[in-house]
């Protein structure tokens, strides 16, 4: 047994792929009986490469009435196959124990390494789909075919690509070789511009990876810059240059602050730092390109896991002394909210265990649809004044965690590096209810079903049914449908539905209301926190359905925003009661594109954002932005520039802030890196090079 492992452990990369070979023959020779008439010879397994012929393959050619063909190995042969395989699962296992232990992967327990190379890949900035076809996540410009090369010519004095105006795309074909190309010999460059060195090259051997463009015959070296935009047709490689877009000249416009949210899983659940190191070097990275500042989730379910009152805030410790060593702001989201089961989760942190000691015991304090079926995603909005959380309110544990917070990091609030706080109000940490939970079947763009079934909002319903005189008004909506009905589907929700009758309006305006006054409740004890710093909520951009009259989507969420009434305006009103910022997001239309359903689903973000953003300034209320998706194209940059400084409004009105979703492998690509702080030089107001003004 140790002589064969000692010649498996020698086995060259040859000899295992010549396996396989014969391996899948075998496979799709038993499944389709075709019939195979050579004969392989396998390379001996102790590494030496001179013929064996106790190894050679055998066959057995059926005649054309019988089955298919059939191949005879050696006996010795399937010990060693059966060797490396037990090699390979032991590795294997290996690979999973280290992952979770130190690399905070939500692995399953019986993972196996289709499921590794996908989490690497994921982390890497791929999407790898359920069937394993994996590509890039950033999108491709389409080519045209036969394009002639065109040469852009770029200054290089400067850090951003320089092109002339291109309506189509500009296309250079190169030769197969590649060749070595030193970054500071930007004079050689005709087709695209090479940069500068900067303290963010992240890849310093990415300069050996360059291509030759050809024009006329001459060839000259491209860089790396382009080189996540290279195929291979016809041992060519053709490089994609995007279209130019006409943009607007930010330079002289307010400063807008940009932070970047952190990874999710930056702290584990022993509330340790992940990667101190990486971590330290990827924010000097951000703090080179004039980042502002950082936000990181305090997640609940980590800090007071454990015991009532109990906290422990030491990962945040060792994270916010590395921040304010960079002279980064901060800015801190309080997550009552498990995380884990929505778009874009990469861990599962849930809520803290003696929460779920008692759910067991009271599942009522969760939310829960007309089914019965509980969301353990946060709190039910029911239990904010009732003392079931052993003694305590929910309202109450809110508070002492924020006051926790407060003492614990006063020295970080006293100095101003906390610059602010955004208090969690419901799932995802916004303020609506969890009415599209895909835990429980729910997919884009359905309307979602109302969350009001535990005892303690139904309770607070029938009271309100019996101060309005009608006592059988105490119950929910019997024809809203479900969780993936379109509007037009339901009795409540089509046009002139039950929505905009005496009852509907009743619910709602019930429905609604417990929206708000939870948000008033507890950001009335933040502004008590955290006196001194500005406090915010978030709203998520529920922007499917918006262009129905009834908008069915909002109105499940708990928003009352049908065509005839104005839902945001009595939350700017609460906000501005505790002086506090609006935190709204809402991807772009062109990002929405993406989906099949987005016409269908009748979407419309920008008159969404249109109409939050005016409600908020028309009554005062400060608003910052985050990225609901991750972006890395000049076109949603642009997009987001636009809706941060308003054109020609009269009022010089902008956001407080934006953060960027999220500190990931993918923004810290060269390409994109360099796209990034293109951006946030026009968020400062500051002028960029290579504008193409309208």
């Not at 396989?20 to 396998?42: F, P, T, W």
């Not at 491209?222 to 994609?240: C, E, F, G, R």
């Not at 990827?282 to 009532?308: Q, T």
């Not at 809402?586 to 359903?597: F, Y």
Request: aromatic share 10%; with cysteine; proline share 5%.
């Amino acid at each position: 047994m140790a002589t064969d492992m000692q010649k498996l452990m020698a086995t060259s990369d040859e000899d295992d792929d010549e396996e396989m070979d014969v391996k899948e023959e075998d496979d799709e020779a038993n499944e389709n009986g075709e019939k195979n008439l050579a004969e392989q010879v396998m390379v001996g397994i102790d590494g030496n490469d001179q013929y064996d012929p106790h190894l050679q393959m055998e066959e057995q050619v059926s005649t054309p009435g019988g089955g298919g063909s059939r191949r005879f190995r050696p006996v010795e042969e399937k010990e060693r196959t059966k060797l490396r395989e037990r090699h390979r699962r032991a590795i294997t296992a290996r690979i999973l124990a280290g992952l979770r232990r130190h690399g905070n992967y939500n692995l399953r327990v019986r993972a196996d390494i289709n499921d590794v190379i996908g989490a690497l890949a994921r982390e890497a900035g791929w999407t790898v789909l359920p069937d394993g076809t994996t590509y890039p996540t950033r999108t491709q410009n389409s080519r045209p075919v036969g394009g002639a090369t065109v040469t852009a010519v770029a200054s290089p004095s400067s850090h951003l690509a320089s092109q002339q105006n291109p309506s189509p795309s500009i296309v250079g074909v190169s030769s197969g070789c590649r060749n070595s190309v030193d970054y500071n010999n930007s004079c050689r460059m005709k087709g695209v511009f090479v940069p500068t060195p900067s303290p963010y090259d992240l890849s310093p051997s990415a300069g050996s990876q360059t291509s030759g463009m050809l024009r006329d015959g001459e060839q000259t070296q491209s860089h790396p810059l382009i080189a996540s935009a290279l195929d291979t047709a016809n041992d060519k490689q053709i490089v994609d240059i995007p279209p130019r877009y006409p943009e607007r000249d930010f330079a002289g416009t307010p400063y807008v602050p940009v932070n970047v949210m952190l990874p999710l899983g930056i702290i584990n659940m022993k509330c340790e730092l992940v990667d101190p190191d990486g971590i330290l070097k990827k924010l000097r990275f951000l703090k080179s390109i004039n980042v502002d500042g950082i936000m990181v989730d305090c997640w609940w379910g980590v800090v007071e896991a454990h015991s009532p009152q109990e906290y422990n805030w030491s990962g945040y410790k060792r994270l916010f002394q590395i921040v304010r060593e960079l002279k980064l702001k901060i800015q801190v989201v309080m997550s009552f909210h498990e995380c884990g089961g929505n778009v874009g989760d990469d861990v599962c942190i849930p809520l803290p265990h003696w929460i779920a000691e008692i759910g067991r015991s009271n599942p009522d304090i969760y939310f829960t649809d007309r089914e019965g079926r509980r969301n353990h995603e946060c709190l039910s909005w029911g239990i904010d004044k009732e003392r079931v959380l052993r003694g305590r309110t929910a309202v109450e544990v809110y508070f002492d965690y924020m006051r926790s917070f407060r003492i614990e990091f006063d020295e970080y609030f006293e100095d101003g590096i906390i610059s602010m706080v955004e208090v969690g109000l419901g799932p995802c940490g916004e303020l609506r209810y969890p009415s599209s939970p895909v835990k429980h079947g729910w997919r884009y763009p359905g309307i979602g079903e109302f969350q009001c079934y535990d005892q303690y909002l139904l309770k607070s319903l029938r009271k309100a049914a019996e101060m309005r005189g009608h006592c059988f008004w105490a119950r929910g909506p019997e024809n809203a449908g479900s969780y993936n009905s379109q509007p037009n589907e339901t009795g409540f929700f089509c046009d002139g539905g039950d929505y905009d009758g005496y009852y509907g309006r009743f619910f709602l305006n019930w429905y609604s209301q417990v929206l708000v006054d939870h948000g008033d409740r507890v950001l009335s004890l933040a502004k008590l926190a955290f006196e001194g710093t500005c406090i915010a909520a978030k709203l998520s951009g529920i922007h499917w359905w918006y262009k129905t009259a009834s908008h069915a989507s909002e109105l499940t969420a708990g928003i009352y925003n049908p065509c005839n009434r104005d839902g945001y305006a009595i939350i700017s009103t609460m906000l501005k009661k505790h002086g506090a910022a609006l935190d709204f997001t809402c991807p772009e239309s062109h990002m929405l594109n993406q989906h099949g359903d987005f016409h269908e689903a009748l979407a419309d973000s920008e008159g969404l954002a249109w109409q939050v953003l005016n409600s908020a300034w028309d009554h005062c209320v400060p608003v910052a932005s985050e990225s609901a998706v991750p972006c890395h194209s000049r076109l949603g940059y642009n997009k987001i520039l636009d809706n941060a400084k308003p054109l020609n409004d009269p009022d010089g009105r902008h956001l407080l802030s934006f953060t960027y979703l999220r500190l990931s492998p993918e923004l810290m690509e060269r390409q994109n890196f360099l796209e990034f702080e293109r951006f946030i030089k026009r968020m400062h107001g500051e002028a960029v090079l290579d504008l193409q003004v309208q």
